[in-house]
Nanobody, 123 residues
Framework: QVQLVESGGGLVQAGGSLRLSCAAS????????VGWFRQAPGKEREFVAA????????YYAASVKGRFTISRDSAKDTVSLLMNSLTPEDTAVYYC????????????????WGQGTQVTVSS
């Protein structure tokens, strides 16, 4: 089992930045990839970014590429998501997820999920 806890969400004005963190504990040695997803009210959960745990290779959704940066600290078992140039369309609950398989954009590929952290971007 892997436990994931997100933090860093909040309210920010459009154009601002936030950094989300995901702290992993438990059997983290089985983690192949960590991803961030988000879900806005009335919408399906969507892929945001992912990182291959060992190599650090990163993947992004087209909607956030160039604005968001995913990174990991292997020593601390944490993954961060730096979000710049935020817009109201980025408002959602952001979830961290861990996978035992290579990074993917489908939520079905992820085995463990955090509880989520709310990000609200005001116009």
């Amino acid at each position: 089992q892997v436990q994931l806890v997100e933090s860093g969400g909040g309210l920010v004005q459009a154009g601002g930045s936030l950094r989300l963190s995901c702290a992993a504990s438990g059997r983290t040695s089985s983690t192949y990839a960590v991803g961030w997803f988000r879900q806005a009210p009335g919408k399906e959960r969507e892929f945001v970014a992912a990182i291959r745990w060992s190599a650090g290779t990163t993947y992004y959704a087209a909607s956030v590429k160039g604005r968001f940066t995913i990174s990991r600290d292997s020593a601390k078992d944490t993954v961060s998501l730096l979000m710049n140039s935020l817009t109201p369309e980025d408002t959602a609950v952001y979830y961290c997820a861990a996978s035992r398989t290579p990074p993917a954009s489908s939520s079905l590929s992820y085995d463990y999920w955090g509880q989520g952290t709310q990000v609200t971007v005001s116009s």
